[in-house]
T-cell receptor
């Protein structure tokens, strides 16, 4: 069983709409979660981190964490073509002394 | 502040050879992690080093090894290369704990022929 699972997509969203990306995890000990964006041919770039239940907003991005249901999500408002990328969800347990485990990623395409 | 630097960017090796990849973390970062990325498997964790000690290890065969030097620079070595080792190898650094998140280097693209 994968520790972090994502819908591999691809996900297509019209420009200006909200893109919703979801991730579930199996390890209840996971404490910290991250969303990375990876453009084709580039390395992953950290865009959001979340540690507590609830929502965390940063510009057009909102991360949501629900530890009881073991899911993490990322909302992208007012989607732009430049948001087209693969989004990777990652989690770690034990307050940081464990490895960071990644999902396989969701490919997002914003349609102009 | 310089980012994570990986060298070389590209490598072509023959089956059976060995290869060494290098990673220089962000200044002040003591944790270095290595990942293998392939289209089918995504990002697979290889190992993590913190203050010259291997702190975590993934499920890779013993042909994959690494080390970290006192200046936090890290190397990974793959011996007896197989075709399936062709991948993008990514190094990531962190201040210390993984819950700070990682900063990735540009990666080394290894092709085994």
């Amino acid at each position: 069983q994968k520790e972090v699972e994502q819908n591999s997509g691809p996900l297509s969203v019209p420009e200006g709409a909200i893109a919703s990306l979801n991730c579930t995890y199996s390890d209840r000990g996971s404490q910290s979660f991250f969303w990375y964006r990876q453009y084709s041919g580039k390395s992953p770039e950290l865009i959001m981190s979340i540690y507590s239940n609830g929502d965390k907003e940063d510009g057009r991005f909102t991360a949501q964490l629900n530890k009881a249901s073991q899911y993490v999500s990322l909302l992208i408002r007012d989607s732009q073509p430049s948001d087209s990328a693969t989004y990777l969800c990652a989690g770690t347990a034990n307050f940081g002394n464990e490895k960071l485990t990644f999902g396989t990623g969701t490919r997002l395409t914003i349609i102009p | 502040k310089a980012g994570v630097t990986q060298t070389p960017r590209y490598l072509i090796k023959t089956r059976g050879q060995q290869v060494t990849l290098s990673c220089s973390p962000i200044s002040g970062h003591r944790s270095v992690s290595w990942y293998q990325q392939t289209p089918g498997q995504g990002l697979q964790f290889l190992f993590e080093y913190f203050s010259e000690t291997q702190r975590n290890k993934g499920n890779f065969p013993g042909r994959f090894s690494g080390r970290q030097f006192s200046n936090s620079r890290s190397e990974m070595n793959v011996s007896t290369l197989e075709l399936g080792d062709s991948a993008l190898y990514l190094c990531a650094s962190s201040e210390g704990a993984s819950n700070y998140g990682y900063t990735f280097g540009s990666g080394t693209r290894l092709t085994v022929v």
